[in-house]
């Protein structure tokens, strides 16, 4: 009996979706969010979209492993540092930090809401794809600007 539970628990553990800790924005970045979750691309680098656990309008996920993209987030600290790394893409400032996993976590600058997009170090060959499949929806809807 022992054994079927622990088979039974093993088969329903291996769900391969990603997870992501879902933000917590004031309302007026919360309402930013939920308008820029409607006008995400269905595909990013080629990739369907496969939102992350547990559902949220601010969080969304392509692939798998999936590109992460988490809206409202905290002002990074790293964004302090004059010699952090940026980068442009399309219109739209980004701040580049590698993680100690390998995998890469880009912060939009200079826009009303904090939007944060992790590239997993399978999908970093792919250089800034990602961000330029994102930057038209980051564009359409967190107005350029100050995050409160």
């Not at 996993?101 to 992790?118: P, W």
């Not at 997993?120 to 409160?148: E, H, N, Q």
């Amino acid at each position: 009996m022992l054994a079927l539970l622990i088979t039974v628990a093993g088969c329903s553990s291996a769900d391969d979706s990603a997870s992501a800790a879902v933000p917590s924005p004031g309302a007026k970045g919360t309402g930013l969010c939920r308008n820029l979750d409607k006008v995400l691309p269905s595909e990013v680098d080629g990739r369907g979209r496969r939102d992350p656990e547990p559902a949220s309008a601010l969080t969304a996920g392509w692939g798998n492993p999936a590109i992460i993209l988490r809206c409202g987030v905290v002002r990074p600290a790293k964004m302090n540092d004059p010699e952090a790394d940026g980068v442009e893409v399309n219109g739209v400032g980004w701040l580049l930090q590698r993680q100690d996993d390998g995998s890469f976590r880009f912060t939009t600058t200079l826009r009303k809401a904090y939007v944060e997009v992790t590239i997993p170090k399978d999908r970093t060959g792919d250089g800034l794809a990602p961000l330029v499949d994102l930057a038209k929806a980051v564009k359409k809807a967190i107005p350029a600007g100050i995050a409160d």
